[in-house]
């Protein structure tokens, strides 16, 4: 098996093709084969030479193209094929990414990988929202949480770890959920008053902010009809937004929203 070629699971960013890091767009650009999901914007898309094969494997909640486990056999099949495979996933790969099942499973094939660390939609489109994740006085700390679990099984949140006023909450993948968040996360402590923002298709053309509280959240992401993917930012760095968002999509659909 000397024919073996080599995995790169390369974190896309959230978006913006202007976000994707140096090396990630000289992988892209040296691929024999991309297999990219689902959250892969269109725009990064169109940076893929057309010489190089295409495959799509995105996932959305209760449709999948294939497995995790079929990707997986994927990724090795192609690399013991002798291609340069590059594993394109958006955000970051080790974030809420699968890109650590997919790394052990070609470790445990013998196949070569690299990890490519990209732009966690997190910081990015809190960033592209006039949003600091961070700021002296309003928070001393942030905390990624996930609003979905694989197979749809029952979500799991600590209640303990979320009612610290001065740790901002990033929520991924939170609108299956949304009901059972706002509760767990009021439960925990935290008042109804707290600022929300929804950010929907961040960093791109289509990007959407709407801003709320956790007791009007759930209303607000149904009145505007918000779509995945969209990312959750609880706590009183939000209402900062009003005074440092910068980012001006290029569709009138995109504005600024406060509900």
């Not at 495959?55 to 094929?81: F, M, P, R, S």
Request: proline residues 5%; aromatic residues 6%; hydrophobic residues 45%.
């Amino acid at each position: 098996m000397t024919d073996k070629g080599k995995v790169y699971l390369v974190g896309a960013g959230p978006g913006d093709p202007d976000l994707l890091t140096v090396k990630a767009m000289r992988l892209i650009q040296e691929a024999d084969v991309i297999i990219y999901d689902r959250l892969v914007s269109s725009e990064i898309m169109q940076t893929v030479p057309r010489y190089v094969a295409r495959i799509y494997v995105g996932k959305a909640t209760c449709k999948h193209t294939l497995k995790q486990e079929e990707i997986n056999q994927l990724l090795v099949d192609q690399a013991v094929g002798g291609r340069r495979v590059v594993r394109l996933k958006g955000g970051d790969p080790f974030i809420f990414g699968r890109g650590s099942e997919e790394a052990l499973a070609l470790a445990k094939a013998h196949v070569p990988f690299e990890v490519i660390p990209g732009i966690t939609a997190a910081q990015a489109c809190a960033a592209y929202a006039g949003i600091p994740l961070t700021h002296r006085g309003l928070a001393r700390g942030v905390q990624f949480i996930t609003g979905h679990r694989k197979n749809n099984e029952e979500l799991q949140i600590d209640k303990a770890t979320l009612g610290d006023p001065d740790q901002t909450l990033v929520v991924y993948m939170g609108l299956a959920n949304l009901a059972r968040i706002v509760d767990d996360i009021i439960q925990a402590g935290r008042t109804v008053d707290t600022p929300v923002a929804i950010i929907e298709r961040g960093t791109t053309a289509r990007q959407r902010t709407i801003i709320t509280t956790l007791e009007w959240l759930a209303y607000a992401a149904q009145s505007h009809a918000v779509e995945s993917p969209a990312m959750l930012v609880i706590g009183p760095v939000v209402g900062l937004a009003q005074d440092l968002d910068w980012f001006l999509p290029v569709v009138d659909e995109a504005e600024l929203r406060y509900a």
